[in-house]
């Protein structure tokens, strides 16, 4: 039986891993920073002594994207340094490392959706933060390395855009939501599914093909999101559009990051459900809760 280590397990895609355990054929562990700190490699190595796994799902991130422009040593340690650690403690196990990583890897300059193969120009920290983590994990483990970039990601846990406009959707009357940064929000429970699925298909590793997007289909920006939101939780919030130039942040943000997800609907023979369906199931799981 397939086993697998979850790091980063209280972040929003490691509770939506969880949430889909008993679905899973395989054993799930799930490891959060106190169980296993992803730049302490003496708390790598007990863990993966003590749990032996085949797969390691790495969830642990620095996130916080403007934050990384003041923090960008942080930044590296986490989303670099630590995923070395675990590339060179996991080596005598040879386990496979599924690496989360993200659409702001790009530069935004794009017009069409980026394929696996387009060139990477991250303009934020953050973004060189992930990329540089990437090409750690190419380089010293490709044999046994899979990336998963992905983009816009809410779910019903956690801190994020999704739930911080249900919140501001109840206390204020409207608000202004950026309008020009095209991307595609995706629902954390649709990719831990499609991790899962590609964990159970336990793929040959190819070295120069081992990176995937997934993101929910469709396309949109933070204004028809947030509009989306509104009409589906039936807040009376008006939400008005305002140019990226309106609302400065410290990170640049890819104007366009819009990423093709063929490969993988291919690989695994599904066809991955657009946005506004899974924002409704997000939604009524989070009334139900």
Request: aromatic share 8%.
């Amino acid at each position: 039986m397939i086993k697998v280590l979850v790091t980063g397990a209280n972040g929003q895609l490691g509770q939506s891993l969880a949430s889909l355990s008993k679905k899973f054929d395989g054993i799930l562990i799930f490891a959060d920073r106190n169980d296993l700190d992803i730049n302490d490699r003496g708390s790598i190595k007990s863990s993966l002594l003590t749990n032996k796994p085949d797969y390691i799902i790495n969830c642990a991130a620095y996130t916080a994207v403007d934050n990384a422009e003041k923090d960008k040593e942080e930044a590296f340690k986490i989303n670099k340094d630590g995923l070395i650690n675990l590339i060179e403690e996991s080596e005598e196990l040879q386990c496979r490392i599924i690496h989360i990583s993200t659409d702001y890897v790009f530069d935004g300059k794009h017009s069409i959706p980026y394929r696996e193969d387009d060139i990477i120009n991250p303009q934020s920290v953050y973004g060189h933060s992930k990329a540089d983590g990437e090409k750690a994990l190419l380089a010293f483990a490709p044999s046994r390395s899979i990336i998963i970039r992905t983009s816009w990601l809410y779910s019903e846990f956690g801190h994020n855009f999704l739930k911080t406009m249900l919140r501001l959707g109840k206390e204020k009357g409207s608000l202004n939501v950026v309008n020009d940064q095209l991307g595609i929000p995706t629902y954390t429970h649709d990719l831990a599914n499609a991790i899962l699925q590609l964990i159970s298909t336990n793929i040959h590793i190819d070295s120069e093909k081992n990176i995937f997007h997934f993101s929910n289909s469709g396309e949109s920006n933070w204004y028809e999101f947030a509009k989306e939101i509104m009409r589906v939780a039936e807040l009376n919030c008006q939400i008005h559009p305002i140019p990226t130039s309106s609302f400065p942040t410290l990170a640049q943000r890819p104007k366009f990051s819009i990423l093709n997800s063929e490969k993988i609907e291919n690989l695994l023979n599904i066809k991955i459900r657009p946005w506004q369906d899974a924002l409704r199931e997000c939604i009524d799981t989070i009334k139900k809760a």
